[in-house]
């Protein structure tokens, strides 16, 4: 096979076990709504509208741990001997790739329905959506990309979930102020032109890191 049709192959499986364990997809749901239903009682019983930095920190933070919770499993939950019949079947390139594209298809899931929680619960104070949807976009990309690597590296280590966290936390920093940057300027209503910079640095950043996860995947796998 070529390695699209592997990788087509690959995300089908994973898209099917997911619908098959659906136990972990309602949780992020259920973690999503919960956390916005919770803002809405903290700002609502205070008897005032809900500041336009505060929904876009908050958006985010949501965002953040919900990637987390969603991509972790990524590569933790595969058994030694699934991964042994991947190693015989499959490209590692496909695999790395497959594992990134299903992940942040399912985070631009999530997102779009924090997104229309958001809006419908604490109000969308969102001025240019356009922007606001691709600058989310690029955000699912780029957690997806980054943490889908981190969860391989951290899938070999004896202490996986803390490693996950201190390798993934900081990679992510600089990604999510310009994240964070961007959205406030569609909050506020600036024109393309105002992020542009910001988001062709965020576009950069998704392809450095896709890169080196299609490089430095194989000697991982390897191992």
Same mark, same amino acid.
């Given at each position: 096979?070529?390695?699209?049709?592997?990788?087509?192959?690959?995300?089908?499986?994973?898209?099917?076990?997911?619908?098959?364990?659906?136990?972990?997809?309602?949780?992020?749901?259920?973690?999503?709504?919960?956390?916005?239903?919770?803002?809405?009682?903290?700002?609502?019983?205070?008897?005032?509208?809900?500041?336009?930095?505060?929904?876009?920190?908050?958006?985010?933070?949501?965002?953040?741990?919900?990637?987390?919770?969603?991509?972790?499993?990524?590569?933790?939950?595969?058994?030694?001997?699934?991964?042994?019949?991947?190693?015989?079947?499959?490209? %590692?390139?496909?695999?790395? =790739?497959? !594992?990134?594209?299903? *992940? @942040? #298809?399912?985070? &631009?899931?999530?997102?779009?329905?924090?997104?229309?929680?958001?809006?419908?619960?604490?109000?969308?104070?969102?001025?240019?959506?356009?922007?606001?949807?691709?600058?989310?976009?690029?955000?699912?990309?780029?957690?997806?990309?980054?943490?889908?690597?981190?969860?391989g590296?951290?899938?070999?280590?004896?202490?996986?979930?803390?490693?996950?966290?201190?390798?993934?936390?900081?990679?992510?920093? %600089?990604?999510?102020?310009? =994240?964070? !940057?961007?959205?406030? *300027? @569609? #909050?506020?209503? &600036?024109e393309?032109?105002?992020?542009?910079?910001?988001?062709?640095t965020?576009?950069?950043?998704?392809?450095?890191?896709?890169?080196?996860?299609?490089?430095?995947?194989p000697?991982?796998?390897?191992?």
């Amino acid at each position: 096979m070529t390695l699209l049709s592997e990788i087509w192959v690959l995300m089908q499986k994973d898209f099917r076990l997911e619908w098959r364990q659906r136990a972990a997809l309602n949780g992020m749901l259920l973690y999503v709504s919960s956390t916005v239903f919770v803002c809405y009682l903290s700002f609502s019983s205070r008897g005032g509208q809900l500041p336009a930095p505060a929904w876009n920190a908050l958006f985010w933070i949501v965002l953040l741990f919900s990637a987390v919770n969603a991509v972790a499993k990524g590569f933790l939950q595969e058994s030694r001997g699934r991964m042994l019949y991947y190693y015989t079947v499959v490209r %590692p390139q496909a695999v790395i =790739l497959a !594992k990134i594209l299903y *992940n @942040a #298809l399912l985070l &631009l899931g999530l997102a779009l329905v924090a997104f229309g929680l958001y809006a419908v619960v604490l109000g969308n104070p969102v001025q240019n959506v356009g922007l606001f949807v691709g600058n989310v976009a690029l955000g699912a990309v780029g957690f997806a990309s980054t943490l889908t690597l981190v969860s391989g590296i951290a899938a070999k280590a004896t202490n996986s979930s803390t490693l996950m966290a201190v390798l993934g936390f900081p990679l992510m920093v %600089p990604m999510l102020l310009l =994240l964070i !940057k961007v959205s406030k *300027n @569609a #909050l506020d209503g &600036l024109e393309f032109e105002a992020s542009r910079s910001s988001l062709l640095t965020l576009v950069a950043l998704n392809m450095i890191v896709g890169a080196v996860s299609y490089l430095l995947f194989p000697f991982l796998w390897r191992s």
